[in-house]
């Protein structure tokens, strides 16, 4: 039989678990009155004012209840969730753009689908908030669900075309191939460890590290596994074959989610699989020991490359958007392969690049969405002749999102990269693997010269060419608030960016101390 003094730790975790997760319990219950709302009486801007008011509710309590470490520190092996480290600035980077989303998918909502795109959009933000204090391999696996089946419904609800079909199908089947390889990695680690808790993982995981003196050729695995997994829903090379044609045929407000949430959450959810983010110890996936960092670091290379280049060739923005995407991605995985290797900032890096990511690409996803009509649709770069001439504001907005992405001084793309770059440099130099991610460093600075051809081409045709057809008046619309809060916060933490800065060294400085 069963000690009954063993289970009891296991109760009063499970019984107490919720604390730590009533914002995000609070976001599902509103969830759930929009979906029952729109069952009885669907009203779009009423389905808005309480998507808003969800966020807003999550908010304030997230400000107004403590995390619960210390209740975490006595319950470690056992609670599903861990709120140290950098838990609340990714609930925080999740409910800021939850509140953003709202706005720009306002005009291409419809009455009749208002209340479940709202409740899903609600979903999937308590979904990304959970990844980053998920303490379980089943808590993360669920978590990164919540992500994925409510982006399923958001890509069908306004299917009206073939391609918004197609974008569906493709999205929603590679999605769950991606899945189950993460979960046969998950079940990898259980069976290694015979603990599904991330600090137990790591504790056994590292005993047998220390009494074999190797690293268990099946962990290898699970993490190869892992990493394919995760690496389809950040749209890394060569998992991203999906992404441009999903762009392409999404809606606009759609695709911002797609193109930011599911790479914040991804990311967060590989460093904490990889421990570097579980409090008290890291997993042996380093340099000295696997070749997972030189994994991560031929990813990143590839990613970057083939994402800039292939940017380059295309005409249609979003696909075009796509392939950035892709390189971005390679950025974010030179950050995590490098804190691998041993740099001390490369996971502070690559959380600041997140949330500089989020705001200068749904900035532009949000200028695309406000000047876009049924009679002049903007899809291509030709689209955007002219647009400084007939909407300035719009054409302002966009262009210092792209700038952001180019990485140029006074936005928080420069800052971003900055980081990045600097982490890679900081590899343990005099090593092979310290040489490797200098030579990685200098490869990303030089696509990110790349990357500024496609980038200004798009500036430039907004500001040097005339339109080719009239946009027409310019009018005030929830999506060009939304592109106005982007800008904002791109410009913010490219001028002062010390306060997010230093929120992420305090909350990883935290997680090691735990």
Request: hydrophobic residues 55%; glycine residues 10%.
């Amino acid at each position: 039989m069963t000690n009954p003094q063993l289970l009891e730790p296991v109760r009063t975790a499970a019984a107490e678990a919720y604390k730590l997760v009533i914002p995000e319990i609070a976001l599902v219950g509103v969830a759930c009155v929009l979906f029952v709302w729109a069952a009885v009486s669907p009203r779009k801007l009423l389905s808005l004012v309480l998507a808003i008011i969800g966020v807003g509710l999550a908010a304030a309590l997230t400000l107004w209840y403590a995390d619960g470490s210390t209740y975490v520190d006595g319950h470690r092996y056992y609670s599903p969730f861990d709120p140290t480290g950098v838990a609340a600035v990714v609930r925080w980077i999740a409910l800021i753009g939850a509140g953003i989303f709202c706005l720009v998918a306002y005009g291409e909502v419809t009455r009749e689908t208002a209340g479940e795109y709202y409740g899903c959009l609600l979903v999937l933000t308590a979904g990304a908030s959970l990844v980053g204090r998920a303490n379980d391999l089943v808590t993360l696996y669920l978590s990164l669900e919540m992500i994925s089946i409510p982006t399923y419904v958001l890509l069908y609800l306004p299917v009206k075309t073939r391609a918004g079909q197609e974008a569906a199908m493709k999205y929603f089947l590679l999605s769950v191939l991606s899945s189950a390889v993460l979960l046969f990695g998950f079940s990898y680690l259980y069976g290694l460890t015979g603990s599904t808790n991330l600090r137990a993982v790591v504790d056994v995981l590292a005993d047998a590290h220390l009494s074999a003196g190797t690293v268990s050729p099946l962990a290898l695995v699970a993490v190869v596994c892992v990493v394919v997994g995760i690496g389809f829903k950040v749209t890394a090379f060569p998992f991203h074959f999906y992404a441009p044609d999903v762009y392409q045929g999404g809606p606009t407000g759609v695709v911002a989610v797609l193109a930011t949430v599911p790479k914040v959450a991804g990311f967060v959810a590989l460093a904490r699989v990889l421990g570097l983010l579980v409090p008290g110890g890291g997993l042996p996936f380093d340099a000295v020991n696997t070749t997972v960092p030189l994994m991560l670091w031929l990813l990143a290379a590839a990613s970057m490359i083939f994402g800039n280049v292939l940017a380059i060739l295309q005409a249609d923005l979003k696909r075009m958007l796509a392939y950035s995407g892709v390189a971005h991605s390679g950025y974010i995985l030179m950050g995590l392969a490098a804190a691998g290797a041993g740099s001390p900032g490369g996971v502070a890096a690559v959380i600041f690049y997140l949330a500089a990511y989020g705001f200068m690409t749904v900035g532009a996803f949000a200028v695309l969405a406000a000047t876009s009509t049924a009679s002049r649709p903007v899809e291509t770069v030709d689209d955007l002749a002219g647009l400084a001439q007939d909407r300035p504001w719009a054409a302002g907005m966009l262009a210092a999102c792209l700038v952001s992405m180019i990485g140029l001084p006074l936005t928080a793309g420069f800052v971003g990269k900055f980081q990045l770059f600097f982490a890679a440099w900081d590899a343990p130099i005099g090593t092979p693997m310290g040489n490797l991610f200098r030579a990685l460093a200098v490869i990303a600075a030089v696509n990110a010269a790349v990357g500024a051809v496609y980038y200004l081409r798009a500036a430039g045709a907004m500001y040097l060419r005339s339109p080719l057809t009239p946009f027409g008046a310019g009018r005030s619309s929830p999506a060009l608030w939304a592109a106005g809060i982007c800008v904002a916060g791109t410009v913010a933490l490219g001028v002062y960016p010390k306060p997010l800065v230093d929120a992420i060294h305090a909350a990883m400085t935290t997680a090691v101390a735990k």
